[in-house]
Each structure stands twice: as C-alpha cells, then as structure tokens.
C-alpha cells in the first residue's frame, strides 16, 4: 500500500514570497490534515479536512495561509506572503476516518521549508 | 485544547523501564501515541478509546484514564530501538475528530 506522497521534501524562499505544499493521501482515506512542525515542538493542527469538506480551519492563519482538497483526494496547502516564522516542517496525514470511529493517522515525510 | 506531557526529556538505560503522561483539560474520546524519530515523520503505535482500556504493543503499553483525562505510556525493558521523540495526540469526540498533540517527551536509550 503506497504511503501518503508530499512534495516537495525541501523549499527555500525570501520572505515574502509565496509557496505551496502539495499531498496526495492514501487511497480510500477520507480525512487529510496539515500539520505545521516547528523544530523542537509537537505537530500543530493547520487544517482537516473529511472528504472536500474542511472539518477545522481554527489555527490556520488566514490572512496568508490558504488550503483545498481537491475532490475529496489531493490537496494543496499554500502561504502568500511567507513570514520568518513560517519556518517549519508541514506534515500531511490521512486517514481512514468518517468520524464513526477513530483510526490511525498515517503521516507523509513532510516538507522542510526555510524561509530566509 | 493542546494536550500536556510529561516529562519533557527522559534519558535511560537499555533495559530501564519509562512512563510518559499525557493529559487533557477536556473530556477525551480517544487518545493516540505517536513516535517521531529525528528527521522522519511521526509513526503509530496505538490508539486507546474511551472506556478506560489498555493496550500492549510489544513491550510497550499504554492505559487511558476518562475520568482522569489522562493517558500514560509505558516503555519496559527499553531497547535502543524506543528512542525518539513521543507525541500523544487527542480527539474530544467521535464527530469531525480534531487530532491535537502534545509538546513532545525525548527519549534517549543508552547503551
């Protein structure tokens, strides 16, 4: 079974330039989630999505961060204008659930991004 | 709504036994554990649901307290294997499940 796909695995931009994230869950998973990584921390929940529908947007910070999921499959998750701060890792996760149960989230390699 | 753990950092030797605690200023409906390893993403281990279960993987287990809110983790006879960073992350409810994790508790196995 292939694993969660992201891309790219490295970005290096100026702040201020724009950027975009993008992930492809397992096959059949209905929920995708985008987790921002700062080094040293736990993952902070961004976005969830169950199908096409966002489930929870509450932390992503909307005046620059920006995510969709494509017909309930891909999704994109992109930052105009990047900040210093926007320094981290994003992690895509998938999973299985409808909300009926709980089920494990399987996490893609992630995207190291430096903004400079 | 972040669960915490503790502690922070644990530095062991091969064969020592750890626990890591995860708790929650909200009614939980399941708890998860996770282990990230420098560099790589987050693994699973288990997820434990409300009722009050336990459950082993190997030599690590873990229980789940609802009244408490709280999880622990527990590591026996530790191998060099279980180092890494553990991250419990929690769901309130079984609806449009939220997965928030916690801060993080190092691990480090010594020969």
């Known amino acids: 079974e292939a694993g969660v796909a992201q891309s790219p695995r490295y970005k290096i931009i100026e702040k201020r330039q724009s950027v975009a994230f993008w992930c492809n869950p397992i096959s059949g998973h209905a929920t995708l989630y985008w987790y921002q990584q700062i080094l040293g921390q736990g993952p902070k929940l961004l976005i969830q999505?169950?199908?096409?529908?966002?489930?929870?947007d509450s932390q992503l910070p909307k005046d620059r961060f920006s995510a969709e999921r494509l017909k309930g499959v891909d999704s994109t998750l992109k930052i105009q204008p990047a900040k210093l701060e926007d320094s981290a890792v994003y992690l895509c996760a998938s999973s299985l659930d409808w909300g009926l149960t709980s089920t494990e989230a399987f996490f893609g390699q992630g995207t190291r991004l430096t903004v400079v | 709504q972040q669960p915490v753990q503790s502690p922070q950092a644990v530095i062991l030797r091969e064969g020592e036994d750890a626990v890591i605690n995860c708790s929650s200023s909200?009614?939980?409906?399941?708890v998860h554990w996770y282990r990230q390893k420098h560099g790589e993403a987050p693994v699973f281990l288990m997820i434990l649901l409300k009722g009050g279960e336990q459950k082993g993987h190997d030599k690590i287990s873990a229980s789940f307290n609802e009244k408490k809110q709280q999880s622990s983790l527990y590591l026996t006879a530790s191998q060099l294997s279980y180092s890494g960073t553990y991250f419990c992350g929690t769901e309130i409810n079984n609806a449009g499940n939220m997965l928030t994790f916690g801060g993080g508790t190092r691990l480090m196995v010594k020969p």
């Open positions: 999505f169950q199908n096409n529908g966002v489930v929870d």
């Open positions: 909200k009614a939980l409906y399941s």
